[in-house]
């Protein structure tokens, strides 16, 4: 399986960017699906997911603001991000797991996913 992220730049405050993460590898019927961002010096930190039925779950600091999507037909994952501030600076991962067993209390948990991208980087200026 590999997961390839792209679409991270640098942006001005209140500004947007749409990162995409390609699959390959894989074809699984269930799975669950989430991004990631790493700031330096920070733990990763679970900024949502979504699984193969389209039931998504967000970090509280980015609700309203970001939304993930998926076109299973292109096996890709999309992360819109709107209104993008300062503190949004990070390494962008998406990640995948071939099941979703406890997703509800495990989606923003990194160990819980199998496979990791190389990451996008979005840098956010104020």
């Known amino acids: 399986v590999q997961l390839v992220e792209s679409g991270g730049g640098s942006v001005q405050a209140g500004g947007s960017l749409r990162l995409s993460c390609a699959a390959f590898g894989y074809s699984y019927s269930v799975y669950c699906m989430g991004w990631f961002r790493q700031a330096p010096g920070q733990e990763r930190e679970g900024v949502t997911s979504?699984?193969?039925?389209?039931?998504?779950r967000y970090a509280d600091s980015v609700k309203g603001r970001f939304t993930i999507s998926q076109d299973s037909a292109k096996n890709t994952l999309y992360l819109q991000m709107n209104s993008l501030k300062p503190e949004d600076t990070a390494m962008y991962y998406c990640?995948?797991?071939?099941?979703?067993?406890?997703?509800?209390?495990?989606?923003?948990?990194?160990?819980?996913?199998?496979?990791w991208g190389q990451g996008t980087q979005v840098t956010v200026s104020s």
């Open positions: 990640a995948v797991r071939p099941d979703c067993r406890g997703y509800s209390g495990s989606w923003s948990l990194s160990w819980w996913y199998s496979y």
């Open positions: 979504i699984d193969h039925d389209d039931y998504t």
